[in-house]
């Protein structure tokens, strides 16, 4: 499974961005969809995922109530819109997709074996 993640850019604090994940030749039925983030010298760090199976969402901590993870009715592209953006979330922003993971290995970036690669996300002060 190819992934291409795009839309990611410079904004000022407050400010929203909407990253997309797209799947090349095939829809992601079937697979669950994570967003992760990377910043330099640290792991990758798990932001939300979306369930294969009823849609269900999961995020993390830091960016329940600001940051959304949803899909296109014809499941091939799966969005992340983050709005009131903080410097905190700069990274290198990934999406990765695979079969839905037991729940306590959702947040694991080990559970998804495809990867786009990352699109920069800066958040100025």
């Known amino acids: 499974v190819q992934l291409q993640a795009s839309g990611g850019g410079l904004v000022h604090a407050g400010g929203s961005l909407r990253l997309a994940c797209a799947a090349a030749?095939?829809?992601?039925?079937?697979?669950?969809v994570a967003w992760f983030r990377q910043i330099p010298g640290k792991g990758r760090e798990f932001v939300a995922t979306?369930?294969?199976?009823?849609?269900?969402?999961y995020y993390a901590n830091s960016v329940e109530g600001r940051f959304t993870i949803f899909r296109d009715n014809a499941e091939t592209t799966v969005y992340l819109q983050m709005n009131s953006l903080k410097p905190e979330d700069t990274a290198l922003y990934y999406c990765?997709?695979?079969?839905?993971?037991?729940?306590?290995?959702?947040?694991?970036?080990?559970?998804?074996?495809?990867w786009g690669q990352g699109t920069l996300v800066t958040v100025s002060s």
């Open positions: 990765a997709t695979g079969s839905n993971p037991i729940l306590s290995s959702i947040r694991s970036a080990s559970m998804y074996p495809y």
């Open positions: 979306i369930r294969s199976t009823g849609g269900r969402t």
């Open positions: 030749g095939r829809p992601f039925s079937g697979y669950a």
